[in-house]
């Protein structure tokens, strides 16, 4: 198939072009390069072998997005493009909303008017809140999102399953994710954050080699076995694999799938930072700090559905998510 990648340069979407290339499909990305850097997109072409047409395009420009759509004809488009730091959003609401769901709209639009109504797209385990039911399932009811990045997430989903349930002839996957962490294990793709990292993975790697003096956990007393947050952490190579299997059934399937795409496992930030130093060899100073805002105490999944129905679940362990993250961040101490 011949896929539209946007956002593909960024850190999912990068890997997930590797996934999709091997596996026989043409891909092309737009991306405008707001949170990442085209040394990715070189990187996966070294390791598909491929060079994957690239068109610097902001999705909320029709002009351009109708350039790309006029030059191929796609089968589907997996949507990755959007701004995702958390803290950021609180402080620019518009710039998100304005982003999320303006781009996204922009490029459903273009998208109908070529014909072309399949769409993957990457939405959170933020949309569930503080969740209902642990394990989460998709049954669980969506909660407040505390925070306007996750506000677009859970309306775009909405906007969509409305597209759909209008227009039939749409075919919608809604993917769910965890906690994405891990990198390529060739150590030539990963997450390359800008400044100080919001997320938990690239904070570790960082203090391990030495850029940051040591981890701030966020608490130690929550309602958890040893007291800190407990996340569903998936490896990016996995997290991929999941849009693979997706693309399959979007064109058995008609209608609206949602998944989430997660391990299954709980593990909580000591235990994140005991496998990163036990597996890789190295030190990761911590200390304990006060709650962060918004922040839940658990967080992870029963990823049944998409094994059942997308024929997709994880292969990586703990070990090779610990292990492929710091193999990155030791090849690449300054990201691209
Ligand atoms: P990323 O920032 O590395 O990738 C997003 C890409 O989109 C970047 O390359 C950026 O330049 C591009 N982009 C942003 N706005 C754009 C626009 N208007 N036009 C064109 N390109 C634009 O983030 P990621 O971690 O790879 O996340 C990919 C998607 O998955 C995002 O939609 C994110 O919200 C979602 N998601 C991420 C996580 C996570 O923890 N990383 C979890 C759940 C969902
Ligand atoms: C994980 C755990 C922190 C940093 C966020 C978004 C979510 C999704 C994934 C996009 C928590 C603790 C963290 C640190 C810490 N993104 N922590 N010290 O908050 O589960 O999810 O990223 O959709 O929407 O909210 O991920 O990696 O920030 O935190 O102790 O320096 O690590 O408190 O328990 P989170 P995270």
Redesign the pocket.
């Known amino acids: 198939m011949k896929i539209l990648v946007t956002g593909g340069a960024g850190f999912i979407g990068s890997h997930t072009l590797v996934e999709l290339n091997a596996a026989g499909h043409d891909t092309v990305v737009v991306d405008n390069l707001s949170n990442s850097n085209r040394k990715s997109l070189e990187r996966v072409a070294e390791l598909t072998g491929k060079e994957i047409p690239f068109y610097e395009v902001d999705i909320r420009d029709r002009k351009g997005l109708n350039r790309v759509m006029e030059a191929h004809h796609f089968d589907a488009c997996i949507h990755f493009a959007g701004l995702?730091a958390?803290g950021e959003s609180v402080e620019k609401p518009w710039e998100y909303y304005e982003n999320n769901i303006g781009g996204t709209l922009t490029l459903l639009d273009v998208m109908r008017h070529h014909g072309c109504k399949n769409i993957i797209f990457?939405?959170?385990?933020?949309v569930y809140g503080d969740p209902a039911i642990i394990p989460i399932t998709e049954e669980c009811p969506k909660g407040h999102c505390t925070?306007p990045?996750?506000q677009t997430?859970s309306m775009l989903e909405e906007i969509m399953m409305d597209m759909q349930k209008a227009d039939k002839e749409w075919n919608i996957v809604l993917l769910r994710?965890?906690?994405?962490?891990g990198a390529h294990p060739s150590g030539r793709i990963g997450e390359n954050p800008n400044g100080i990292?919001?997320?938990?993975?690239p904070?570790?790697t960082q203090v391990a080699i030495g850029k940051r003096k040591e981890?701030?956990?966020?608490?130690n007393d929550?309602p958890t076995p040893d007291g800190?947050?407990?996340?569903d952490y998936i490896h990016v190579c996995d997290l991929a694999a999941a849009h693979v299997c997706a693309l399959k059934a979007i064109i058995r399937q008609s209608g609206i799938g949602i998944y989430n795409i997660g391990t299954g496992h709980g593990y909580?930030?000591l235990d994140?930072v005991k496998a990163f130093i036990r597996v890789n060899g190295v030190d990761v100073p911590y200390s304990i700090?006060p709650?962060?805002a918004?922040?839940?105490?658990t967080?992870y999944c029963n990823p049944a559905k998409a094994k059942a129905e997308l024929g997709w679940e994880a292969i990586y362990g703990l070990e090779e998510m610990v292990r492929d993250s710091w193999n990155w961040q030791k090849n690449n101490p300054n990201g691209y």
């Open positions: 995702k958390v990457s939405s959170s385990a933020t925070n990045y996750g997430k994710y965890f906690n994405p962490i990292p919001n997320n938990l993975m904070y570790i981890l701030g956990v966020f608490g929550y800190t947050g407990v996340r909580s930030v994140m700090k709650r962060r918004g922040d839940i105490a967080c």
